[in-house]
């Protein structure tokens, strides 16, 4: 399977994103990639509006558009998007919450994965205003099954395992709009290899592009993009990595690689409880 990282900065026009999205299927499409992936908050910029007031739900304008795309290109497409969920009352105030949600369409797929873990941490707060999800969602990609997972969840093993473990997970997709500040480099290096690792599957992670690129590096400008995309063996080997800015990368996935891997390394079946 190939499959192509589209890494580039949304911004805050929906519309504006979309066209961009769906010039890049073509492009990866050109390329030979079966599975196209783009960012976390591509359909919208974190930090650029209100997010309750664009978001759609999977039968709406943004994901059938690409959905249509998907289907022109004969691809499969993992995109970042938000959708409505639900609606409570905190301290007086009405918060239309939403879902953080990785659309996967194509090849007769058409669903979404919620944000499980939401991201608390570093001074922010996603949960004020998103709804955590509950289920793990895994799909099968040219008879390869893949699983998804956004950002934040990078940093809770578990559930990569229990994807490896309990779906028959052989790839996870990841996309991430990760914060930049002191050492997020090096987190986010550690984190993504060692998923893949815990797991031994291949981890496809598909970032924003550092607003600002290389020359704004290492300031903490909150979820907007670290860039550093990857693909990434199940050994924890990167086969493919993206810098600062945007760019695409084409990688080939070998599915027999998580077969000798995990046979070398049977950590999926040996835990013990503590």
Same mark, same amino acid.
């Given at each position: 399977?190939?499959?192509?990282?589209?890494?580039?900065?949304?911004?805050?026009?929906?519309?504006?994103?979309?066209?961009?999205?769906?010039?890049?299927?073509?492009?990866?499409?050109?390329?030979?990639?079966?599975?196209?992936?783009?960012?976390?908050?591509?359909?919208?910029?974190?930090?650029?509006?209100?997010?309750?007031?664009? !978001?759609?739900?999977? +039968?709406?304008? $943004?994901?059938?558009?690409?959905? *249509?795309? @998907?289907?022109?290109? /004969? #691809?499969? &497409?993992?995109?970042?998007?938000?959708?409505?969920?639900?609606?409570?009352?905190?301290?007086?105030?009405?918060?239309?919450?939403?879902?953080?949600?990785?659309?996967?369409?194509?090849?007769?797929?058409?669903?979404?994965?919620?944000?499980?873990?939401?991201?608390?941490?570093?001074?922010?707060?996603?949960?004020?205003?998103?709804?955590?999800?509950?289920?793990?969602?895994?799909?099968?990609?040219?008879?390869?099954?893949?699983?998804? !997972?956004?950002?934040? +969840?990078?940093? $809770?093993?578990?559930?990569?395992? *229990?994807? @490896?473990?309990?779906? /028959? #997970?052989? &790839?996870?997709?990841?996309?991430?709009?990760?914060?930049?500040?002191?050492?997020?480099?090096?987190?986010?290096?550690?984190?993504?290899?060692?998923?893949?690792?815990?797991?031994?599957?291949?981890?496809?992670?598909?970032?924003?592009?550092?607003?600002?690129?290389?020359?704004?590096?290492?300031?903490?400008?909150?979820?907007?993009?670290?860039?550093?995309?990857?693909?990434?063996?199940?050994?924890?080997?990167?086969?493919?990595?993206?810098?600062?800015?945007?760019?695409?990368?084409?990688?080939?996935?070998?599915?027999?690689?998580?077969?000798?891997?995990?046979?070398?390394?049977?950590?999926?079946?040996?835990?013990?409880?503590?």
């Amino acid at each position: 399977m190939k499959v192509s990282v589209e890494q580039f900065t949304s911004g805050p026009v929906v519309g504006d994103n979309l066209a961009v999205m769906v010039a890049r299927i073509g492009e990866a499409a050109a390329a030979g990639a079966d599975l196209v992936v783009f960012p976390e908050a591509a359909m919208k910029a974190f930090n650029s509006g209100r997010l309750d007031e664009v !978001a759609e739900p999977l +039968d709406g304008p $943004f994901a059938t558009a690409l959905a *249509a795309a @998907a289907a022109t290109h /004969g #691809v499969v &497409v993992v995109a970042g998007m938000f959708t409505p969920a639900d609606v409570v009352e905190r301290e007086g105030k009405t918060i239309r919450r939403i879902h953080n949600t990785a659309l996967v369409t194509g090849g007769g797929i058409h669903t979404g994965y919620n944000k499980i873990h939401c991201y608390d941490a570093f001074g922010f707060r996603e949960s004020d205003t998103v709804k955590p999800g509950g289920s793990l969602v895994a799909v099968d990609v040219n008879g390869t099954r893949v699983g998804l !997972a956004i950002c934040y +969840d990078l940093r $809770f093993p578990e559930q990569f395992i *229990a994807y @490896a473990r309990e779906e /028959g #997970v052989r &790839v996870m997709v990841v996309p991430t709009s990760f914060s930049d500040g002191p050492g997020k480099l090096e987190q986010w290096r550690l984190i993504t290899r060692a998923r893949a690792l815990d797991s031994t599957c291949w981890l496809v992670a598909a970032g924003q592009a550092r607003p600002g690129g290389a020359d704004k590096a290492g300031t903490d400008d909150g979820p907007t993009g670290l860039g550093f995309s990857a693909v990434i063996d199940p050994t924890g080997r990167p086969v493919a990595e993206a810098g600062y800015g945007p760019q695409r990368l084409i990688a080939d996935i070998d599915d027999t690689v998580v077969d000798s891997v995990r046979r070398a390394l049977p950590v999926l079946g040996a835990d013990r409880q503590l």
